[in-house]
C-alpha cells in the first residue's frame, strides 16, 4: 500500500520560515520522480517544487529563489524548505510521486500553510 504523509505545515508570519516533509512508503523511493503542489481556495492546484530521481529540480514561478526542495533516500523523504513565506504561499500543500514506467502518480492527503501578514 503507498502512503505519502505530509508534515510540517501550520500558521507562520510573513517572513518567515516553513519545512515540510512527506514520507513515503509502498514505493521505489529512489526511482521515483517527487513534486510538491498546493492549492489555494478557489484556485487550480499548481506545482510549487519538483525533484527528479537523478535530483534535477525546477520550481514555480513564484518560488524561485525562496523554496528549496530536497530529498533523502535514505529515509524516503523529500523536503521542501520554504523561506521569506508570503500570505499569497496560503494554500494546502501536496506531495506528489510519479514514475513514467511503470506508471504510477500518487498524492497525499496535504498539509496547510497559512502566512499571516
Known amino acids: ?11 507562520v508570519q510573513a517572513g518567515g520560515s516553513l519545512r515540510l516533509s512527506c514520507a513515503a512508503s509502498g514505493i521505489f ?9 498546493r492549492q489555494a481556495p478557489g484556485k487550480q492546484r499548481e506545482l510549487v517544487a519538483a525533484i ?3 535530483r534535477s529540480t525546477r520550481y514555480g514561478d513564484s518560488v524561485k529563489g525562496r523554496f528549496t526542495i530536497s530529498r533523502d533516500n535514505t529515509k524516503n523523504t523529500v523536503y521542501l524548505q520554504m523561506n521569506s513565506l508570503k500570505p499569497e504561499d496560503t494554500a494546502v500543500y501536496y506531495c506528489n510521486a510519479e514514475r513514467r514506467s511503470p506508471s504510477y502518480d500518487y498524492w497525499g492527503q496535504g498539509t496547510q500553510v497559512t502566512v499571516s501578514s
Open 1 to 11: 500500500q503507498v502512503q505519502l504523509v505530509e508534515s510540517g505545515g501550520g500558521l
Open 29 to 37: 523511493f529512489s526511482i521515483t520522480d517527487m513534486g510538491w503542489y
Open 52 to 54: 527528479t530521481s537523478g
